[in-house]
């Protein structure tokens, strides 16, 4: 379809606009990252030259590198554990016609309904009971089972034409190896959707590492990010946005290598 | 497809009548995969559920055990606390103010972002870009740019002589802050679904409309949004959950304040259960926060299923 000039025009500049209104906490973030603490007193919006003294002393102040590392195992133990429970989950509802599979799928829609928070005071005493505060298991393994990635790949399987289900019990190849060996190649979008989304959300989790991290062992960079913000604000706004930057970069990445993915798996999940 | 399809068919009809523990067996080998998710489930999400129910009608020990019971009193105690009404209150406007909002504007960027346009990967990219920043990060860089004396937003009205502002610091707009904040905070998020129920549009629709000449906004109403309407509805009623769980921006900007004018429900069960050790009061609230949820999602099944228009 071909637009008009002025009508291209005017696309243009609301879509520029728009951008520019919308990135625009992002690039002053980075752009105050480089400032010095007089520089940022005068208000200017380009620091006078790009150093990385800022950086530098983010890296002393607090055991960043610990935190970034921490943030990434609980993210990518979330990821796999979500892959495996939600796809063993999704594999048996669309495969495995079973008496009661009503009722399970209901059980599945009724966890939606349930917000987190409402059961996080008992969640906590389950994982301080096991002895589990500043453990990685402690930050994981509750949010392995999920109904929204189950219903997603679900969607995805269900689309794996039924012949190839019924000619793989002909070849006399089992179950858990149909489930292995041609279910879960075929699927390999939506598994990668699921993990980028799994992973994300994790990386930003707030409350519940708050919640179960007293130390510094395990604690994950969204944490660091408080600490250092509680710290610092009187003094070092730009020490303070190195850290931002640093802790939004993966995430950012991530989300820019696989923004079309997701957008395509989110709504296939959310919907139909 | 056709010719593969018959033989398997044959197959199954000529396989013998199975048993009970034969036919069982299909359902022993789903619960076998099923086990993973309903265990964790069963601990995680449903016993602690009922825990919070069965904790809401005692008083605690700071362990969190249940130590006196005190059937409905913590419900009363609430009904009565001129805190809790005001963070129900807060938590009510809040949602007011962040839900519409957020959607129109995801739903303006998805209307421009789905024109085919030179370049327009790019600004998808950056409008989804909101969902890479964390609560926590973007909490951090609002709390800059709300800063009274050299924030951004106080710099900007300066420039134009109008009066400053305290934002976070003045009860009258420290909701209001927060709200901006948020719905910044949620439009990348909002803007990818919307913008992948665009995409699943039929073509075809539009170009019967165009021969027949119809304008932008003809075709907006009367195909664009009523095709998008399964995805609206359920973007509002993912919106509206999140509103009601908001804490991370509430914990880094205002901690609850000034004068509890932001004490949203979550950080007001975070602080009577982590902070007051009060497990009993703080359970009755999240019961209330259980059933917002469910109020709203049922209500959003029942008057949002009528108006949406499925394909």
Avoid at chain 2, 122 to 130: G, L, P, V
Wanted: charged letters at 10%; hydrophobic letters at 50%.
């Amino acid at each position: 379809m071909t637009m008009s000039v002025p009508k291209k025009i005017t696309f243009y500049t609301m879509l520029t606009v728009s951008a520019v209104i919308l990135f625009f906490p992002i690039v002053y973030a980075f752009m105050i990252s480089f400032m010095t603490g007089p520089e940022i007193l005068q208000g200017k919006f380009f620091p006078e030259s790009f150093h990385l003294d800022n950086y530098i002393r983010v890296f002393d102040r607090l055991p960043l590198l610990n935190y970034l590392l921490n943030s990434f195992i609980v993210s990518a133990g979330v990821m796999l554990g979500q892959l495996v429970v939600c796809s063993l989950a999704a594999y048996a509802f669309v495969f495995i016609p079973f008496r009661g599979s009503n009722f399970v799928f209901f059980l599945f829609i009724s966890t939606m309904m349930i917000p987190w928070e409402a059961t996080m005071i008992p969640n906590f005493f389950i994982i301080q009971n096991l002895n589990w505060l500043n453990t990685y298991q402690g930050l994981t393994l509750p949010f392995f089972a999920l109904a929204f990635g189950t219903f997603l790949l679900r969607q995805h399987f269900k689309t794996i034409p039924k012949e190839l289900h019924e000619a793989s019990q002909v070849a006399g190849l089992g179950p858990f190896r149909f489930f292995l060996k041609v279910v879960l190649p075929v699927s390999k979008t939506s598994l990668v959707t699921l993990g980028a989304y799994g992973f994300l959300t994790t990386w930003n989790m707030y409350l519940w590492p708050l919640l179960v991290t007293t130390n510094n062992s395990v604690r994950t960079v969204q944490i660091g990010l408080k600490q250092l913000q509680s710290q610092e604000v009187a003094t070092d706004w730009g020490v303070v946005m190195a850290g931002v930057i640093v802790v939004i970069i993966p995430t950012l990445l991530l989300l820019f290598l696989g923004q079309k993915q997701l957008q395509k798996g989110l709504t296939q999940g959310a919907l139909k | 497809m056709s010719t593969i399809h018959s033989r398997p068919d044959e197959f199954i009809a000529t396989e013998h009548k199975p048993g009970v523990w034969e036919r069982s067996r299909r359902a022993r080998t789903a619960i076998l995969y099923l086990l993973p998710s309903i265990i964790l489930f069963s601990v995680f999400v449903f016993y602690p559920m009922f825990r919070t129910i069965y904790l809401s009608f005692f008083l605690t020990d700071q362990a969190g055990d249940a130590a006196v019971f005190v059937g409905l009193d913590n419900y009363k105690y609430l009904l009565d606390s001129p805190a809790f009404l005001n963070s129900a209150k807060a938590t009510l406007l809040f949602v007011l103010y962040t839900v519409p909002a957020g959607i129109l504007l995801s739903l303006f960027l998805a209307l421009l972002a789905n024109e085919k346009l030179r370049g327009i990967g790019f600004f998808r990219t950056i409008y989804s870009s909101t969902m890479g920043v964390s609560v926590a990060a973007s909490s951090v860089v609002w709390l800059f740019m709300f800063h009274p004396s050299i924030g951004m937003f106080n710099r900007f009205l300066a420039l134009f002589d109008f009066p400053q502002i305290q934002w976070l610091l003045d009860p009258q707009w420290a909701l209001v802050s927060v709200a901006i904040s948020t719905i910044w905070m949620n439009t990348g998020f909002s803007f990818l679904i919307l913008l992948g129920g665009l995409q699943n549009i039929d073509e075809h629709l539009y170009e019967s409309a165009r021969i027949d000449g119809a304008g932008y906004f003809y075709r907006l109403r009367r195909i664009t949004l009523p095709m998008l309407s399964p995805t609206l509805f359920f973007i509002i009623t993912i919106s509206l959950i999140n509103a009601f769980q908001t804490f991370g921006q509430i914990d880094i900007l205002t901690k609850g304040g000034p004068a509890q004018s932001t004490n949203l429900i979550v950080y007001s069960i975070y602080r009577e259960a982590f902070v007051n050790y009060q497990f009993g009061t703080a359970s009755a609230q999240a019961v209330f926060l259980f059933l917002c949820i469910l109020v709203a999602t049922i209500l959003q099944f029942r008057f949002g299923e009528r108006r949406v228009h499925y394909q």
